[in-house]
């Protein structure tokens, strides 16, 4: 059994800043990329970052600039620091992770079900 849980999501201010974090647990050997998307109301899903395991990041042109994507390997944890935050960045953000199961090294792509970041003008 794995599973991505997110944390850090909430009410912030336009131009406000808020880290997200998303840790994996379970049966993992190790984790690939890791990153985030994100989904507005209405819309469709849209990536936002991915970092991979030794620490090559991928962004959105959205976001470039304004988020950082990090990663801890030895927590298989995964963070997005959002600064000067838009009204735009209104959204539900969820992590995902490639990862290696330790019980059948057999490998996966596992989501967590989401947390809800609504930036206020």
């Known amino acids: 059994q794995v599973q991505l849980v997110e944390s850090g999501g909430g009410l912030v201010q336009a131009g406000g800043s808020l880290r997200l974090s998303c840790a994996a647990s379970?049966?993992?050997?190790?984790?690939?990329?890791m990153g985030w998307y994100r989904q507005a109301p209405g819309k469709q899903r849209e990536l936002v970052a991915t970092?991979?395991?030794?620490?090559?990041?991928n962004y959105a042109d959205s976001v470039r600039g304004r988020f950082t994507i990090s990663r801890d390997n030895a927590k298989n944890t995964v963070y997005l620091q959002m600064s000067s935050l838009k009204s735009e960045d209104t959204a539900t953000y969820y992590c995902?992770?490639?990862?290696?199961?330790?019980?059948?090294?057999?490998?996966?792509?596992?989501w967590g079900k989401g947390t809800l970041v609504t930036v206020s003008s």
């Open positions: 970092i991979t395991r030794g620490g090559s990041t």
């Open positions: 995902f992770a490639d990862i290696i199961r330790r019980d059948s090294y057999a490998s996966i792509n596992d």
């Open positions: 379970g049966s993992i050997f190790s984790t690939n990329v």
